[in-house]
């Protein structure tokens, strides 16, 4: 469908992850999800995202890190990626940010509603 924005929502928690996957795309998006950071970074190198929303705490590989690999690579460098976590502490936080997060929303701290509302602005 042309027009439609593509995410992609990398988190373990298969609830969040559905909750979230729902919520999108009643809003008309095209969404596809991922597990753990390993599959994330499969589907992000083999399709269509607009956006990548992260977890940070993921089994194998944790969001940072995946995060680092995904800017270091020139095809996926300008991917948007918003960090969607439990985590918010100020170090983590910064961490994500120097990482080159563009975004970083604090799961319990917003509705899925709010976090459509906040991802839209992140999305190209």
Do not use: C, H, W
Not at 24 to 41: C, M, P, S
């Amino acid at each position: 469908m042309v027009g439609v924005k593509n995410i992609l929502i990398i988190e373990d928690d298969f609830f969040i992850r559905d909750l979230y996957q729902k919520q999108f795309t009643k809003e008309g998006y095209a969404v596809d999800t991922a597990e753990d950071a390993e599959i994330g970074l499969e589907k992000v190198r083999s399709g269509q995202a607009n956006l990548i929303l992260l977890d940070i705490m993921l089994p194998k590989m944790s969001g940072l890190d995946l995060l680092k690999i995904l800017k270091a690579e020139a095809a996926l460098q300008n991917i948007p990626v918003v960090m969607l976590t439990n985590l918010g502490q100020d170090n983590a936080i910064k961490q994500a940010f120097d990482l080159g997060a563009e975004g970083y929303l604090v799961k319990s701290a917003y509705t899925p509603t709010q976090v459509v509302q906040e991802v839209k602005g992140y999305i190209k």
